[in-house]
């Protein structure tokens, strides 16, 4: 017999569990499933824009979140889920260990997986001188030298926190300029040991046991260079990987899970909210309210519409 | 010559100042211009819903909103914006006290006044018996007879609040059951010195030179009686006034400013966000994700769209 949670929320990142923190707050029994805890903000390794808390590291906030959501009574199962199924009171979650869960609403916020580049090398050498994570690797390259490749938030506090750890930095970018925070691009040119490597792509991971360096294009003149460098940091962004919930929800072209304005999916009893859906801007803060949206729309599905209200002041 | 900011933000709650942290921390010259500091949230005696900080009181919750915004350089203009109007640069605005400012973007995240009740004697004795905020006005009952009108979550923390303070408060609600987190309710029948009036309509407030009692009727057997109050705070929601801005941006049946998913208005260079827009729920993490949305969309705008990004990840 498996236990048929109220709410199951797949995804702990900032979206998922603001979701459960209002699941539980309404008394529905939730269960959040993933495969790790904090999502994408665990690796901001310093975060000041979230209002109300002031500047911590995106561990510290989402260890906050969850020890919120598990105050209230959120229960939360470690693993991945492969495998959804719609039953006659709600739906079956299998993980990848096997186990199976049942629920009567599904709420899912499990964002988004990083990018991979694509080029000789990357692959062989994941997690063995390659890495999406400079939160969790950076403390492996002390005094060495690493690159980071990408251009965005992600990349530049990345490239940014390495410096503090690492001999040398380069960070390869395939355009000339930055699109992130004034405030954050001038601390990256104020840092005498980062060096900019623009209008750049990278073409090739170089190393026999370990990596020795990475190959680099100049996109205009075509010139091609290596970067003798110990570690390769691929900050370029995450798609969607909503392969196991496409024969339930509508998904756009970018596979994200289509909702309205209130975290509705084209299946009722299913909802999603954050980097999972097309909402813009990936910010912690946008995240978690839309987990407060979908949760507040989902509690009203169960209880039958009882809960539906507009004016609700707070 | 009047000084001219990159945008002015209006309104100083959970939307307004989020989006402040946003637009200063992009180094856009900032100010917010405002009535009160903490709208809505202020009314709330204790917030355990925001994630991240641990429950607080709203008032609390706000003034660090207010510190970070302040900190990050945003400058507060306390005043009522009365006038607005398109210049070439931009957009000028007017204060009821006559003072002008011009800004090239506007941000308008004022959310919504108090609404009231319609009745005899209401108007009269606002401000000396009527009121329209617990958390400011419940001091002023201590060991009084209260009434509360309302049956939100606003009505019944006002409820738990004043039962805390006054002798006896008495909750009166148009339906006979509450739509306000289930913990909430509990709380309110568990208190020995608040009685629920349910099914019951307020039509009178009563009085000589103070407040003497309101009367309310039953909306099923049509009976009218007096409950003898000292105060009556009335807790009904709120309702937007956009009058000021109704010729430059489209507003909806409600009056409420149309947006679009990222707080786009009609009128390009102006931006909304939070409870004066439609967006459905009305709580506080919901507002400031709105009010980050508004201020990285007010950024690409100024900037010529060169801020436009699809694929951050922080």
């Known amino acids: 017999m498996v236990l048929m949670h109220d709410v199951i929320i797949i995804g702990a990142g900032a979206a998922g569990m603001t979701a459960a923190i209002y699941t539980c707050r309404k008394k529905l029994r939730t269960a959040i499933l993933s495969i790790d805890v904090g999502g994408q903000t ?3 390794s310093h975060i000041e824009n979230y209002p109300g808390t002031g500047p911590m590291s995106g561990i510290e906030l989402m260890r906050r979140f969850q020890d919120e959501a598990v105050g209230f009574g959120a229960e939360i199962i ?14 079956r979650i299998g993980l990848a260990n096997g186990e199976e869960y049942e ?12 990018k991979s580049l694509g080029i000789e090398g990357e692959e062989r050498f994941m997690g063995r001188g390659v890495s999406t994570c400079v939160t969790c ?13 990408g251009g965005g938030n992600s990349a530049i506090e990345g490239t940014l926190e390495l410096a503090t750890i690492a001999r040398k930095v380069y960070l390869v970018h395939r355009r000339d300029s930055f699109r992130a925070d004034e405030i954050t691009v001038e601390k990256l040119k104020n840092s005498p040991n980062i060096e900019l ?3 750049s792509v990278s073409t090739k991971v170089i190393g026999g046991k370990n ?20 570690g390769i940091f691929i900050e370029i962004g ?30 009722p009893g299913i909802f999603a909210c954050g980097d999972i859906t097309p909402v813009p801007f990936k910010q912690t803060v946008i995240a978690a309210g839309e987990g407060a949206k979908a949760a ?19």
Chains 1, 2 share one sequence.
């Open 42 to 44: 665990n690796l901001t």
């Open 78 to 91: 470690m693993g991945k889920a492969v495998k959804s199924e719609k039953t006659e009171d709600g739906f």
């Open 103 to 114: 629920c009567k609403s599904l709420i899912l916020a499990y964002g988004k997986v990083p």
């Open 137 to 149: 690797d950076a403390p492996l390259y002390k005094n060495r030298d690493v690159c980071v490749i």
């Open 197 to 199: 490597v623009l209008n």
């Open 211 to 230: 990596v020795d360096g990475i190959e680099v294009e100049d996109i205009v003149t075509k010139d091609r260079k290596e970067l003798k460098v110990d």
């Open 238 to 267: 995450y798609v969607v990987d909503t392969n196991f919930v496409q024969h339930l929800v509508k998904v756009n072209e970018k596979k994200e899970i289509i909702v309205d304005e209130r975290g509705n999916t084209s299946c």
């Open 296 to 314: 507040l729309e989902c509690y009203k599905w169960i209880t039958g519409g009882k809960g539906a209200v507009l004016d609700w002041t707070h």
